[in-house]
């Protein structure tokens, strides 16, 4: 990706909007009583167009806000979201982005590893309740959301970021050749 | 070159790691410090705003899942709400003697807020997305009067207890966290116990270190110990109702000595609580 004040400051438009959007639509609604998560898609979404820098630092960004608007102790979001970007650059660079199902699929399957990441810092800080058994199929549900919300998440990216894009840049026509004098 | 773009990616990525440790050994079980104010201060009214705005939207969305769900329980009220009006007649005598009671002994209380508590009510403004942690944050802080420890209710019972405030809001963590623990008592019994979370299900809180001699069934309604002891006491004054209990097998109330309990509030669709300011803190 290549970083201009202008790709910055939106990239950071895009961080604070979700978090915001998150904390004060998503979490607040129930879709078969299950409220969608929307930053892991962000974030891997960022990831996938970004690299594993951009998805590092947003994912770290991301819990970071998260983690103060909810009055949480720093760090625990920070990390498992960072890693969570870190992972979705890594896709990017490691595999060609070809199918247009592979955003929506990483989006849904780094859900579920940012959900089980929650749970594990949980218990890194000294959770010690009883773990119900339909957390396990919230988690899915939250995976399966995850992949429906994926999907316009990742192209709405795309396009705001796209002059930031490496690939799309490549793909651009270089201007047609004109002979003078014809 | 490339590996130099290599190290130097290594390298943030670790520094981010580390900062996410070093904050998280800094910042936990310090409640709010003073970046979370700062933060907070700046994004708390924008939250506001979005929470308003955003209402309408929210409102539609969940309108569709409670239809849905409505469906469904439609025939298991109609057989509750039976049952209710047998109660309420009930309730109703014993009300009024319970008010006649209450006059003989000159106790001034209305039963609903326990005296000596002021309550403050305050908008649900933002919810933790993760299953794993039950917390909201409402638009009300220690501005208002709000403290760390304060009991939290709404209409239908117990929701939780402050943990962290800032000037203008406070996260409220709710008794269907994985870290709450909340001394209660069934009644009429006065068999006591500690109510704990069941994670990810909100809807299914446990009673724990139970009498299991005593005779708990369905339907016993679940109420606040409110104990205090040596100078000690619970964040929770006395008789705040929390839930009743929905399944008692005596398996289970033998070996382990454990209830089930549903909550009356439904802890996944707050939107006004009151917090109990002002009581005997700890």
Request: aromatic share 6%; hydrophobic share 45%; glycine share 12%.
């Amino acid at each position: 990706m290549i970083l201009t004040p202008k790709i910055l400051a939106r990239l950071i438009a895009v961080v604070v909007l979700g978090v915001i959007l998150q904390l004060s639509f998503f979490s607040q609604v129930a879709v078969f009583h299950i409220s969608p998560d929307l930053l892991p898609a962000l974030v891997v979404s960022l990831g996938l167009l970004g690299g594993t820098m951009t998805g590092a630092v947003s994912g770290f960004a991301v819990g970071f806000l998260l983690d103060c608007l909810l009055v949480a102790p720093l760090g625990g979001g920070s990390l498992v979201l960072l890693v969570t970007g870190y992972l979705a650059g890594l896709v990017r660079e490691r595999f060609e982005i070809r199918s247009p199902l592979v955003a929506p699929l990483s989006c849904m399957v780094l859900t579920f590893f940012v959900e089980l990441g929650f749970g594990a810092v949980q218990l890194m800080l000294g959770g010690n309740s009883n773990v119900s058994s339909a957390v396990v199929g919230d988690l899915l549900a939250q995976s399966v959301f995850a992949f429906f919300l994926g999907w316009p998440i990742y192209l709405g990216l795309r396009r705001l970021l796209r002059p930031a894009l490496i690939e799309d840049q490549a793909l651009r026509r270089p201007p047609r050749a004109t002979v003078l004098g014809a | 070159m490339y590996r130099k773009q290599v190290r130097r990616r290594r390298a943030v990525l670790a520094l981010l790691v580390i900062g996410s440790f070093v904050l998280l050994t800094i910042t936990y079980g310090q409640g709010s410090n003073g970046i979370q104010r700062g933060v907070s201060t700046i994004f708390s009214p924008v939250q506001s705003v979005a929470s308003g705005a955003l209402k309408p939207a929210r409102d539609t969305v969940n309108w569709f899942d409670k239809t849905f769900d409505a469906r469904g329980r439609n025939s298991r009220l109609h057989s509750e709400l039976e049952a209710s009006r047998r109660q309420s007649v009930g309730a109703a005598a014993a009300m009024a003697e319970n008010a006649q009671l209450r006059k003989l002994l000159g106790l001034h209380r209305s039963g609903a807020i326990p005296s000596g508590y002021e309550p403050v009510t305050g908008e649900v403004i933002a919810r933790s997305p993760t299953v794993w942690y039950a917390d909201v944050t409402i638009d009300v802080g220690s501005g208002d009067g709000v403290a760390v420890n304060d009991p939290v209710v709404n209409g239908d019972g117990l929701v939780g207890a402050v943990s962290a405030v800032t000037g203008g809001s406070a996260q409220v963590e709710l008794i269907a966290d994985g870290s709450s623990a909340v001394a209660a008592k069934v009644v009429p019994l006065g068999v006591q116990g500690v109510i704990k979370p069941e994670v990810g299900d909100p809807g299914d809180l446990t009673l724990d270190f139970i009498d299991s001699a005593r005779d708990i069934h369905r339907g016993q309604v679940v109420v606040t110990a409110g104990w205090r002891a040596q100078g000690l006491a619970s964040h929770f004054p006395p008789n705040l109702a929390i839930g009743e209990v929905t399944r008692a097998s005596p398996r289970e109330l033998e070996a382990i000595g454990q209830v089930h309990v549903r909550p009356f509030a439904d802890l996944r669709n707050l939107d006004l609580v009151q917090v109990l300011t002002g009581g005997s803190r700890g």
